[in-house]
């Protein structure tokens, strides 16, 4: 069986995701900031009836425009191991087969770090990071990426 990966992009980055855990790409819907959400969490969406935390990438990964939802752009609807989660992207830019390019390891330790990305797919002489949401879901986002809190 041949993997097939979604590129995607926010801001000024680019990053994949494995199409076998997107459950759906939508048009981005209403999210609803709530009090006490963890940090790098705007708030919840909700889908099929079932709520669904909607994670800020963009305050994740130090872009501009973090914890503001962009009119026009989609929502990944992605199969966590810990459930369904909204991913926010502005463009769904491929989606190919992996034999099209190769997989290999990460040479920016700053991406590794901030995008939970040890490996990076290599398309058309672009590296796009392969996103490892479980990792990036599982661990606090950077203190460096976010504003103090009063």
């Known amino acids: 069986m041949i993997r097939k990966l ?6 000024n980055r680019v990053f994949c995701l494995p199409i ?5 790409i939508i048009p981005t819907p209403r999210v609803f900031h709530m009090p006490l959400l963890p940090q790098g969490v705007s708030g919840i969406i909700l889908f099929q009836q079932e709520v669904a935390p909607f ?3 963009a305050s994740r990964w130090g872009l501009s425009g973090g914890g503001q939802v962009k009119p026009g752009g989609y929502t990944v609807i992605y199969g966590s191991d810990a459930g369904v989660i909204g991913l926010p992207v502005e463009q769904v830019l491929h989606i190919v087969d992996q034999d099209q390019g190769k997989v290999e390891k ?7 770090a901030i995008m939970a ?3 990076d797919f290599v398309f058309r002489k672009v590296r796009y990071p392969m996103v490892d949401v479980e990792l990036l879901i599982s661990t606090a986002p950077p203190e460096s990426n ?5």
């Not at 076998?20 to 759906?24: A, P, Y």
């Not at 990460?106 to 590794?112: C, F, T, Y």
């Not at 976010?146 to 009063?150: D, E, F, G, L, Q």
Request: cysteine-free.
């Open 117 to 119: 990305a040890d490996f």
């Open 55 to 57: 994670i800020d990438l």
């Open 146 to 150: 976010h504003p103090a809190t009063p």
């Open 20 to 24: 076998e855990r997107i459950l759906h």
């Open 106 to 112: 990460s040479q920016n330790d700053d991406q590794r």
């Open 6 to 11: 979604a590129i995607f992009s926010i801001g």
